[in-house]
């Protein structure tokens, strides 16, 4: 494959005790990215109308089955010995239409926290012109490039590709994290469910063994979950547990495909009951998965009940409006892109009523 | 640079890192459809109200107010891109005028295109010549920030209110002696009412050489070479100076005005016969006594004489400036206050005699500080009557509010310097040729020697002039304590041996 040569840096390796694995930046992604972009040169490019920010959905996707009662909560007792932080969090968005496809961006950001400062890794971002044509292609050749055992399943359509290219990157980010670091906590924004078409169940059980044999305990944390329990949230059930604390939730069956590679908890971890889904590596002792959750008290700002590592990796690899005004400049500086301004036809038809093109149809 | 907005005769740039334009610039905005431009002048820049700019300078200080440390992988250089547009300019811009052709006219009735128009920054020489500033009389104010000359018609100060103002050493005084000397060039009559006598050395280079205006420049100082004869006053002239200056009450001047009267049917006014006359004039003791202390203030002041021999310099010089041009310096810088309105009101007394018997056509009068000299009166004479006359003003003063709001209103030409007080901005932009936005916006950031000139010598175009460099000796420095040898003495001296034997011997 011809690729523009671009200034592509590699990237510089984690400030953490090296391995053997290679942890370069997904060089795959960033020749995909150029190489689609080179098929986009001066076509007409409508702006998305109404940007939205297509976070990756921390909402698990997970189906409770009556769920056994919890029978007391665990308190937790701080740990401050010295432990390394570490989060993960991808961001994706749709910057525009052109007369062939969808142009989006990703971007991906790892945090952590050492001491008292935090630190930060940022990838991104990176511009697909996704196509009809080129849709399998790309998709697939990374996931081939990046976790070469997984099968390839159908690719996903127009809609889900900014959320599933996100999903590729934090993945291999995660990856990366849990094969460099050692003995520290990874945090993940979401949940530890697998068998989901952007989780697949041998993707998240490698990373989680890697996580596992450099010493590290991966906690992941969902910030709004479907999980009930007696008719009440998970999360709002128990408020008269004095945090910090933890509420095991334990029997969850999953319906298949699905699996559930944490034991799921209630954590409870700051007054003002916030509480929220916390799944932690079911393969790391009962012991072991409690201290990683005090280990994290310990060492890290814990606001309104959640990691600030998480929140500000979180943070960073959102986009802003202005940078995505940037990005727009650039494929248009870059490709000699044209914006035309085709006319909301919600907006048109409806006037204020109008919902905007969120609500259009499905691709 | 794109058009993004236009409110009333304000029109909204956006402008990109790369442009580089300043306050104070002018930018054309061209219509290829409608073959019009119009000419805008840029009075402020801002930053552009980029959306999510906060989420953006927040997100960088999220660690208890330090910056988060971290590395961007950007493989595409987006990065660029996102500091391109952060810091994107709004480029805020008064409408001037509009360019048909080789035309300029005031009209900005009309809006250019916001898709199609194209804008550029306008050199200022080519506005000059666009606006045909220079003329067939020249004068060289200056550099504008191109690096081009800034040259201005002498006949736009003709027949012209002038005011020069600004805060203390921003080159005031040195651009009112650029105007006078430049106007000498074209053998104008100036008259100079000089406060501090900074005006004496026009005639000298900076090293004390004599220069080119030598012989033009005529000191005249009150009481030492410049003196009245009595016996030359007009009545209205000496009654003027009576009751401005020295506040004589009316039933006085009356009585005042039956001596002078019976003493000039006599033949004999003098100083000593009017001091006489009022000794034994038939009046009411009250009346002797104001007309007593008044004739003491003309005596004491040495400016009144018997000897007409004496009195002859003002007339001589005026008629010698009449010829070949020169500058009359009234010296007022040793003259106390009463003293120096006496010398005032008889000098515009004078010249407007001169004036209106055609033995003068004009002078351009240049008064410095005018409030400390000037009765309330002259203030609307010098705006409204005195310019029918023949007499030109320039007023030159750091304290604006000094000057009438009217004079602000009739002002033909403003040539502004630095002022960083707001109620000083405000009092100048009440000027009627100029708006209040671009004063106090431009003003506020010029540099010492930079000068902002407005008016009809600049065609209504403001521009911004570093104001050339003249080579006249520096008269009437501030004097101060710290000087070089006293500072040098003082670093000298030893704490523990004051003085030495062979000083001492």
């Known amino acids: 494959m011809v690729i523009e040569q671009y200034t592509i840096t590699a990237t510089p390796k984690y400030n953490f005790p090296q391995n053997a694995i290679d942890t370069v930046l997904p060089q795959r992604l960033i020749e995909l990215s150029i190489y689609s972009l080179k098929h986009v040169q001066n076509q007409a490019v409508q702006l998305k109308q109404q940007t939205i920010q297509q976070a990756v959905l921390s909402q698990e996707t997970l189906v409770a089955q009556h769920p056994t009662p919890p029978v007391q909560p665990i308190p937790l007792n701080p740990k401050t010995e010295p432990t390394t932080i570490a989060a993960v969090d991808t961001s994706s968005i749709k910057l525009g239409e052109t007369g062939r496809g969808i142009i989006i961006a990703v971007r991906g950001t790892t945090v952590w926290k050492r ?29 081939k490039a990046y976790f070469p055992e997984q099968n390839p399943q159908g690719a996903p359509g127009f809609l889900q590709i900014p959320l599933r290219m996100a999903n590729l990157l934090e993945r291999w980010l995660q990856a990366s994290l849990a094969k460099t670091m050692s003995n520290g906590i990874i945090l993940f924004d979401g949940s530890l469910t697998a068998g989901t078409p952007d989780t697949p169940t041998q993707q ?21 979950t479907t999980l009930r329990f007696n008719g009440c949230l998970l999360t709002e059930a128990f408020p008269a547990y004095r945090p910090p604390c933890l509420v095991e939730v334990a029997n969850i069956k999953p319906k298949p495909p699905l699996t559930l590679l944490g034991e799921v908890y209630v954590a409870k971890l700051a007054r003002g009951n916030y509480a929220f889904r916390l799944d932690v590596d079911r393969e790391l002792p009962a012991q072991k998965r409690v201290e990683a959750v005090e280990k994290l008290l310990g060492n890290d700002l814990i606001v309104h009940g959640y990691p600030e590592t998480l929140r500000l990796a979180h943070i960073l690899c959102t986009f802003t409006a202005n940078e ?36 259009y149809e499905t691709l | 640079m794109r058009l993004y907005k236009k409110e009333g005769n304000i029109i909204e740039i956006l402008s990109f890192p790369n442009e580089n334009v300043e306050k104070g610039d002018y930018l054309l905005i061209e219509d290829a459809e409608a073959q019009k431009a119009l000419i805008a002048q840029v009075i402020d820049v801002q930053f552009a109200n980029i959306p999510g700019i906060l989420e953006e300078l927040l997100r960088s200080l999220p660690d208890g107010g330090g910056t988060i440390q971290g590395e961007d992988v950007d493989p595409l250089e987006i990065a660029p891109h996102i500091t391109y547009i952060q810091d994107s300019r709004l480029l805020i811009c008064k409408i001037r005028a509009t360019v048909e052709g080789d035309f300029l006219s005031p009209s900005t009735s009309w809006l250019p295109s916001r898709s199609q128009s194209s804008i550029r920054k306008l050199p200022i020489a080519t506005l000059i010549r666009l606006a045909k500033v220079n003329g067939n009389l020249p004068i060289t104010l200056g550099v504008t920030k191109e690096n081009s000359l ?6 736009s100060l003709d027949g012209r209110l002038n005011i020069i103002t600004g805060k203390k050493e ?44 030598y012989n033009k420049i005529h000191v005249l100082t009150p009481a030492q070479n410049f003196k009245v004869a009595i016996k030359q006053l007009h009545l209205n002239v000496i009654l003027n100076i009576l009751i401005h200056a020295l506040h004589l009450p009316g039933t006085s001047a ?17 100083l000593h016969e009017l001091g006489e006359a009022i000794r034994n004039w038939n009046c009411n003791q009250n009346v002797r006594d104001a007309l007593f202390s008044r004739y003491y203030a003309l005596v004491n002041s040495g400016f009144f004489t018997d000897n007409v021999a004496e009195a002859t310099l003002l007339e001589e010089c005026l008629f010698k400036a009449r010829e070949e041009g020169g500058a009359v310096i009234i010296n007022l810088r040793n003259t106390s206050p009463i003293d120096r309105q006496i010398v005032v009101e008889y000098l515009l007394g004078k010249l407007v005699e001169l004036l209106t018997s055609w033995r003068l056509k004009a002078v351009f009068l240049f008064a410095e500080e005018a409030h400390l000299y000037l009765r309330e009166t002259y203030w609307d004479d010098i705006v409204t009557r005195m310019r029918h006359f023949g007499i030109f003003t320039t007023f030159i003063t750091n304290q604006p509010d000094t000057i009438r709001e009217n004079i602000y209103r009739q002002a033909d030409n403003i040539f502004l310097f630095n002022f960083t007080n707001e109620h000083d901005l405000e009092v100048v932009s009440r000027a009627a040729r100029v708006d209040a936005e671009t004063v106090k916006s431009i003003a506020r950031d010029l540099p010492p020697h930079h000068c902002l000139v407005l008016g009809k010598v600049v065609k209504d175009f403001p521009i911004v002039v570093k104001v050339r460099a003249l080579d006249v000796k520096t008269m009437g420095e501030t004097r101060l304590f710290f000087t070089g040898a006293h500072s040098e003495n003082t670093s000298q001296a030893s704490p523990v041996e004051p003085y030495s034997a062979g000083e001492n011997s």
């Open chain 1, 324 to 359: 995505v005004i940037a990005m727009q400049h650039f494929i248009q500086q870059r490709y000699r892109l044209k914006i035309i301004d085709r006319p909301d036809m919600h907006r048109l038809l409806f006037g204020p009523f109008g919902k905007g093109e969120s609500h």
């Open chain 2, 254 to 270: 009356r009585e005042f005005r039956r001596i002078w009267q019976h003493l000039k049917d006599k033949g004999c006014l003098t």
């Open chain 1, 204 to 224: 998240l059980k490698e990373v989680l063994a890697s996580a596992r044999s450099m010493g590290n305990a991966v906690l992941a944390f969902t910030k709004v």
């Open chain 2, 170 to 213: 921003t080159g005031k005084s040195h651009l009112s002696k650029l105007l006078i000397t430049s106007l000498l060039q074209y053998k104008a009559v100036v008259v100079v009412l000089d406060l501090n006598g900074e005006y004496t050395g026009l005639g000298f280079t900076s090293d004390g050489k004599r220069n080119a205006y």
């Open chain 1, 115 to 143: 001491g008292r400062n935090y630190a930060y890794l940022r990838v991104g971002p990176l511009i697909f012109h996704i196509t009809e044509e080129n849709l399998q292609e790309i998709y697939k050749t990374l996931l």
């Open chain 2, 150 to 155: 800034l040259t201005i018609d002498a006949s």
